[in-house]
């Protein structure tokens, strides 16, 4: 019931950058943490990054310093700065969302299609 719509992967060389844009779209919905997943081949999913709706910011030990989450509340939008790419940043990077509907509902992680991260040379 809440849908999550990806945007911003593609191909980057090594040290290069992308942005990724995550929109959570569902009347009725209060949406809390908001994060962004990666799943490489043959490995398993990993937190990349999350996000509190007070903007608290966790980050993989990998990935600090060089990616940067934000959210703007007012779009349910979450987005993935991502600097100074590594090829082993390749991956399927996927966007979550835990929303309730309303106050006492138990809340739900939903989850984007997923968009194709590769960094090569």
């Known amino acids: 019931q809440v849908q999550l719509v990806e945007s911003g992967g593609g191909l980057a060389q090594p040290g290069g950058s992308l942005r990724l844009s995550c929109a959570a779209s569902g009347s009725g919905f209060s949406i809390n943490a908001m994060g962004w997943y990666r799943q490489a081949p043959g490995n398993q999913r990993e937190m990349v990054a999350t996000i509190s709706s007070s903007l608290t910011t966790n980050y993989a030990d990998s990935v600090k310093g060089r990616f940067t989450i934000s959210r703007d509340n007012a779009k349910n939008t979450v987005y993935l700065q991502m600097n100074s790419l590594k090829p082993e940043d390749t991956a399927v990077y996927y966007c979550?969302?835990?929303?309730?509907?309303?106050?006492?509902?138990?809340?739900?992680?939903?989850w984007g299609q997923g968009t194709q991260v590769t960094v090569s040379s």
């Open positions: 979550s969302a835990d929303g309730r509907r309303f106050s006492g509902a138990p809340t739900y992680k939903y």
